[in-house]
């Protein structure tokens, strides 16, 4: 399995130490080229591999962590996904106010995926901040940080949901984009929340209680 992450800012920094810290290697590829990331890749640890967009873009799955208005022509580039798995952890932001842009009440990942041919697109990584999403998934009690995952491919999600319990988080399957990705995306009620689970006491490993801290 190959992962790639898109964009080497704070998010896809963030996400990239996961990914380190858990010995899997990605590939972090920016639109500045492969020079522009080396500094970066070398600062997060070994497991971050360098790379150019075009190749970041073969890999099983690609993680956006790119602005959202450079997201159309990123994954047109792909004339087709063939069934990968797009990874949406962009937000849809007016900066002329740093409101929610106007996307006509759509889910913003249904958009992703309408711009990328054949693709699987899943919502995850993106409705927290970028400082909070780049801490240690644990709280030193045996509770674990809450990532939502949403998308209109429930094995896609699922295995989303898989990558990030791997990367010591706890997934949240939030279904479909016009229902839970329209909870998590920039300007839903999740939107900067973060969550940690703590097991009920008595229950069984599947129920957990929601604590924000």
Do not use: C
């Not at 964009?7 to 290697?25: K, L, Q, Y």
């Not at 799955?61 to 797009?86: K, M, T």
């Amino acid at each position: 399995m190959r992962y790639a992450i898109i964009g080497a800012g704070n998010i896809g920094s963030a996400v990239a130490g996961h990914f380190n810290r858990t010995g899997t290697d990605v590939a972090l590829a920016a639109s500045r080229g492969i020079d522009a990331v080396r500094g970066t890749a070398e600062a997060i640890g070994p497991h971050v591999i360098p790379s150019d967009v075009t190749d970041a873009l073969r890999a099983d799955i690609v993680i956006l962590a790119v602005p959202f208005e450079a997201v159309q022509d990123l994954v047109g580039s792909v004339p087709d996904w063939q069934g990968r798995i797009i990874v949406d952890a962009t937000n849809a932001i007016d900066y002329r106010d740093f409101s929610p842009a106007d996307l006509g009440g759509r889910a913003s990942s249904d958009l992703v995926a309408e711009w990328a041919q054949g693709g699987r697109v899943v919502k995850a990584f993106g409705h927290t901040w970028a400082r909070v999403l780049a801490r240690d998934p644990g709280d030193g009690h045996g509770g674990q940080r809450v990532l939502f995952v949403s998308g209109n491919h429930p094995e896609a999600n699922s295995e989303v949901a898989q990558l990030i319990s791997a990367l010591g988080f706890e997934a949240v399957d939030l279904g479909r984009n016009d229902g839970g990705g329209l909870l998590q995306q920039f300007g839903g009620p999740l939107t900067t929340k973060s969550f940690i689970s703590q097991p009920i006491s008595g229950s069984s490993p599947a129920e957990m209680d929601l604590t924000q801290p």
